[in-house]
Nanobody
């Protein structure tokens, strides 16, 4: 059974930093591509950053240069370091992976950036 559990969200002032973590279980983590997504109220869920099993990364234009995705295969963890946060980064952040045509999501963690 695949399980993804996010942590690290919270309330931060604009310009501050947060580090999100997602621990995966039930999968051979090292061979899976992983991603972070976010959903603001009334908006669709959008990709923030992805990292492949080979450590190739991609970022949404709105976070490039401010966010960094990384993975620790020994700990089955994917992280999202978020710096220079802006109020428009406020959203629920989700961890995602996929296997056999199925998507697997975590429960999400709330990030709120105050101005």
């Amino acid at each position: 059974q695949v399980q993804l559990v996010e942590s690290g969200g919270g309330l931060v002032q604009a310009g501050g930093s947060l580090r999100l973590s997602c621990v995966a279980s039930g999968i051979r983590f090292s061979i899976f591509d992983m991603g972070w997504y976010r959903q603001a109220p009334g908006k669709q869920r959008d990709v923030v950053a992805t990292i492949t099993s080979g450590d190739s990364t991609n970022y949404a234009g709105s976070v490039k240069g401010r966010f960094t995705i990384s993975r620790d295969n020994a700990k089955n963890t994917v992280n999202l370091q978020m710096d220079s946060l802006k109020p428009e980064d406020t959203a629920v952040y989700y961890c995602r992976t996929a296997w056999g045509g199925r998507d697997f999501w975590g429960q999400g963690t709330q990030v709120t950036v105050s101005s």
